[in-house]
């Protein structure tokens, strides 16, 4: 069960807002790159495009159901973690980044080094939402783990020492001899 099944419309704004925040961030990175004269700035934006691109399409089913219904790989949960686990690290890796160039490359010039900080807040954000998605399928494939788990000690312990046919058998137990 994915995630848009459980709360559609949660989900949905968590989407859109990754989606909505790369034209800004494109605008904002663009002047950061044009302004310092540098590229890494452009390539701030990998990571929120691939961001956008991956949560345009997890909306798009949910806006048109019957669409691309042909790729169930791209739908699959184990996918989306994946994708938003990968997000994460990506995000965080780059603001990383971002953070130790910011404050050694520019020595300190204050222009620079506010356009580049109101740039990280498009990284937090985004990065914060693939996280988000990440922990949550992470603590769901954990629950039914353990759900499954548990079922299946609830049924061993069912079991009669007779039903040797129907399960594992209960080995004989050896009484230690007193000396």
Avoid at 34 to 42: E, G, K, R, W
Avoid at 83 to 110: E, K, P, R
């Amino acid at each position: 069960m994915l995630h848009s099944e459980l709360r559609p419309h949660r989900a949905l704004r968590l989407r859109r807002v990754a989606v909505w925040t790369f034209p800004l961030a494109a605008v904002l990175f663009t002047l950061h790159g044009l302004a310092s004269s540098d590229c890494f700035p452009f390539l701030g934006l990998l990571p929120l495009a691939v961001s956008a691109t991956h949560s345009a399409m997890k909306m798009y089913p949910v806006l048109r159901p019957g669409a691309l219904r042909n790729l169930p790989v791209l739908w699959s949960p184990h996918t989306t973690v994946l994708l938003d686990t990968g997000m994460a690290f990506l995000h965080g890796l780059v603001l990383l980044i971002s953070i130790v160039q910011i404050t050694t490359a520019y020595h300190y010039n204050t222009g620079e080094v506010m356009l580049g900080a109101y740039c990280t807040v498009f990284l937090i954000v985004v990065g914060s939402i693939h996280g988000m998605y990440a922990m949550y399928y992470v603590l769901r494939f954990v629950n039914e783990f353990m759900d499954h788990y548990q079922r299946l000690a609830a049924l061993e312990l069912k079991q009669q020492p007779g039903d040797a046919g129907k399960g594992a058998e209960k080995a004989p137990s050896v009484q230690a001899k007193s000396l």
